[in-house]
């Protein structure tokens, strides 16, 4: 009872700070200084047409590897936390029913397109909204249509496990192949920008959320697939 | 008579939002899990229809990409708690 | 914009309630996705500007006239970034509640007490 | 042999999505597609067996297309006029059918039109024995729900799954 | 104002009516299996012709809603195909007004043998 | 603009009854799916502030593979408790 008031009284706090918060609050009629900055010469100077593109992967791309670095560690965490010992007490598995028929036909037809769409949202990341990110999150759910059609289905662990680390290898690369080719740690300009609007363009861009999006998708797979295994 | 056309785009934004509230009352009403799954399909589906209404109202046609990932996201979703409740997860 | 904060502030309340007073570790991280959601939706609402478009250049926006018709495209980038890293806290938390449940066949906050004086 | 076209089948097929779906024009870029699309239909290997076409099958799959959709505004005005009506006028069960397709592409077509049409709903399949949830329950048995639901679309999904 | 705006728009407000009535008939079906019935079909059929109505206004968005038209019309009976089978097996019950079940006919049958 | 308002008090409406029916609701399964209701209408709200990569974003990720995450936790946490008793 006495914990119930306590986060009665906190709440109540919090919505006080809140609301003097949002009455204070105004409406901003024009661009902050530096997203104007960004705004002025993203299109130029990157090729981008995309400008969060261009931000999370040039002018904050250190904070991009930062990110790329926690979601490693996470899963990491989870496939450490979840494996299983010799010793542990084994549970009984149950029985698992088989998906209908409609559905595992179904799959067979849509993965190839979803894989593809989430291959599309990767590569056209600098034209049109999308990115590494997404496109990894799309590709992990085919991977995850197909665990759930079929019980039986298992990932090579050994192939995914190269493609992330071979990934996260060539993401830094290039960001160090940025220091010395042009302005700094993931600078685009190591390749040339190519025709503004066009799927080839913009430097490096296309090449590096390739790599994110592989290795986001391949990470996100394997937390899935860790989630999913049973005591077997 | 020039606006014609974006008035009844306007209407029709009012009806399929009027659908959302109700497939949220059956989300919130549904006794079962299973019917709180079928608010949850029918609510994603109307919603791929409000996103593209948005889209021709603010006339930028890459939010059809935001629709197209939510159609195959909702369509994994609604697999997923129905292999759950059948017990094939 | 004021709704939109005001629906980002009352989804963080509900979400911070919800983990305070809950008792199924479950329910308590799904109380934390719900004051995320929160907090990024007001953080993205701080970024927009009445009648201008998303920071995307195409046919609808030209190059030179962008200063004045996007949005600011900087806290859309972090938020980005947080929705990522949010789902995978997510998961690593479910992972302590599924090895936390493997030792004590319990889902009830109250039971664990190992670390009460 | 079989294997190759398989994977030309499937690589046109993602092409021509990606090409709908960007409207691009620039050659470039198509090469590009092409690409992407060999790349992820070769690391895709299960995908279906292309049909063969000819052009009685395609003259065919156009006309099932407008039947299909007749047919889905037929339900769609029938379950409106059922859903405003102040008491509800349903009489549901659960009816068993059986198909003769052997296909599965076809099989998936012929239950999701069965989905799609006057308030019938596939439930289960278990080889083929179609299990049918029909909002208004005409005919119990199996040979005259068989009649009723599934001949009118395997006519022309017999023709084009063959 | 154009002929193809007013006719996109004209057909646009049926898909989003056959939404509203979709919508209408998941709230007040009286089981889970009619509910399905109200939100698949209505649904589909309203979604279907909302994505039409809004490319015949932008025509050349055509091809792109083209293939959501055609993703959806696969997605949909997939999906409320799985999860009435999902309900059924975990034994969710028809409504009292129900003529026939086959299927659970056919379950108890081979529980017996 | 008005629309904007509109579809912004609806959408946010829904949105808190939503998330205090994730918190109040019984039944686990349909406390998660009640946050993935959430995260869509989360996903159209970022759409309407003309954020699109974020709402491709909470889509994908949000809304579709945190539920999973979630409902693949539920199973494990469950099957043991029903042998249990």
Known sequence: MIKKMFSFILIIFLFLILFELLNNLTENKKLSGVAKEYAERGAAELGTANLVTSIVVTYRGLDTLGEVSVLFIAATGVAVLLRRRKDEEILIQKVKRQSSEILQTGTDLLVPIIIMFGVYIFINGHLSPGGGFQGGAVIASAVLLSFLSDINYKINHTVFGLIESLSGVFYVLIGVLGIFLAGGFLDNRILPLGEYGTILSAGAIPLIYTLIGLKVGTELASIIDNMKRDSE | MDKLPEIILHISTYFVSAGIILATLRLIKGPTMADRAVALDTFTVISISLIVLIACIAGRVIFLDVGMVYAILSFIGVVAVARYIEGGL | MNIIHVI?????????????????????????????????????????????????????????????????????????????????????????????????????????????? | ??????????????????????????????????????????????????????????????????????????????????????????????????????????????????????????????????????????????????EKIVSNFEKYLEVIFG | MSWNSLLGSIITLLGSIFLFLGALGVYRMPDLYNRMQAGTKSTTLGTMLTLLGIGICHYEWLGQVLILIIFIALTNPISSHALARAAHFKGIPLTAKSVTDKLKEEESKAEVL | MELQQGIFVLMGLAMIVAAILAMYVKDLVSSIIAVGVVSLFASILYLLLQAPDVAMTEAAIGAGLSTLIFLYALHKTKDAEEEND
């Open chain 4, 1 to 146: 042999m079989n294997k190759i076209v398989k994977i030309v089948f499937s690589t046109i097929v993602l092409t021509l999505f990606y090409f709908i779906w960007t409207r691009t024009t620039s050659v470039n870029n198509i090469l590009v597609i092409a690409g992407l699309g060999l790349f992820v239909s070769i690391i895709y290997r299960n995908y279906l067996r292309s049909p063969i076409l000819s052009p009685k099958k395609i003259a065919y799959a156009i006309f099932y297309v407008f039947y299909l959709f007749i047919e889905i505004i037929k339900a769609n005005i029938d379950v409106a006029l059922r859903v405003i009506k102040p008491v509800i006028p349903i009489n549901p069960g659960i009816v068993k059918v059986k198909t003769k397709l052997k296909s599965p592409m076809g099989r998936l077509l012929l239950t999701s039109s069965i989905t799609l049409t006057p308030g019938t709903l596939t439930v289960d399949i278990d080889g083929d024995t179609l299990y049918i949830h029909w909002i208004d329950v005409k005919d119990k048995e199996e040979s005259g729900a068989t």
């Open chain 3, 8 to 117: 980002g502030f009352a989804l963080m309340l509900i979400g911070i309630w919800g983990m305070l007073t809950q008792k199924n570790m479950i329910k308590i991280i799904l109380g934390l996705a719900i004051a995320e959601t929160g907090v990024q939706l007001v953080m993205v609402a701080f970024g927009f500007i009445k009648g201008r478009t998303a920071p995307i250049l195409d046919a609808a926006v030209p190059v030179k006239d962008a200063v004045d018709m996007i949005v600011d495209p900087v806290p859309q980038a972090l938020v980005l970034t947080a929705i990522v890293i949010g789902v995978a806290v997510n998961a690593l938390m479910l992972t302590f509640v599924i090895k936390l449940y493997q030792k004590k066949r319990s889902l009830s906050i109250t039971e664990y007490k190992d670390l009460k004086w």
